[in-house]
T-cell receptor
């Protein structure tokens, strides 16, 4: 158990819909990272937040957005969903802003029908 | 820019045999390098990392990796494979002055044959 929690575990929705994925980092970790894992794209870094502020941006679509709240939990919002958005979405946390070890959550499996 | 190439999407070894998973990186600055393991239906776990200290890095579960700058490689090895090592392995690269982004390889699926 990494100490990172993600909810929900599974999510099934339809094209055009909007969903929110939630991540609670390990106690004391200030950084949260979001990743998308799909069969055709592999593991893609989406975005990083550090203590409430966006710190790094990867291959995140404009239809996707994220935020980190004062209690350090983070949410990833996916809108206007397409079939290709079906994937595993991982959250990871680390103690600081530097390139320390990341602790990964169990992931949320999103299926868009 | 950074990138990672993992040679061999599938590797099979016999139980007790040497495990060698290949990773080559591209980075314009001295990189940080990582190996992660992913078991079925689980998140990624860090096996080991290189952050500019010793070039031979020892990780968990008997794995180790050697950073070879001249070959731009960071291959993962384990002297003797166990059945429990069957999993997906990911090499990743990052660099301290490039926005904290991590770039993962496409992964290598390791099968251990009894």
């Amino acid at each position: 158990d990494s100490g990172v929690t993600q909810t929900p575990k599974h999510l099934i929705t339809a094209t055009g819909q909007r969903v929110t994925l939630r991540c609670s980092p390990r106690s004391g970790d200030l950084s949260v990272y979001w990743y998308q894992q799909s069969l055709d794209q592999g593991l893609q870094f989406l975005i990083q937040y550090y203590n409430g502020e966006e710190r790094a941006k990867g291959n995140i679509l404009e239809r996707f957005s994220a935020q980190q709240f004062p209690d350090l939990h983070s949410e990833l919002n996916l809108s206007s969903l397409e079939l290709g958005d079906s994937a595993l979405y991982f959250c990871a946390s680390s103690p600081g802003d530097r390139l320390r070890r990341q602790y990964f959550g169990p992931g949320t499996r999103l299926t868009v029908l | 820019a950074q990138s990672v190439t993992q040679l061999g999407s599938h590797v099979s070894v016999s139980e007790g045999a040497l495990v060698l998973l290949r990773c080559n990186y591209s980075s314009s600055v001295p990189p940080y390098l990582f190996w992660y393991v992913q078991y079925p239906n689980q998140g990624l776990q860090l096996l080991l990392k290189y952050t500019s200290a010793a070039t031979l890095v020892k990780g968990i579960n008997g794995f180790e990796a050697e950073f070879k700058k001249s070959e731009t490689s960071f291959h993962l090895t384990k002297p003797s494979a166990h059945m429990s090592d069957a999993a997906e392995y990911f090499c990743a690269v990052s660099a301290p002055n490039t926005g904290n982004q991590f770039y993962f390889g496409t992964g290598t699926s390791l099968t251990v044959i009894p």
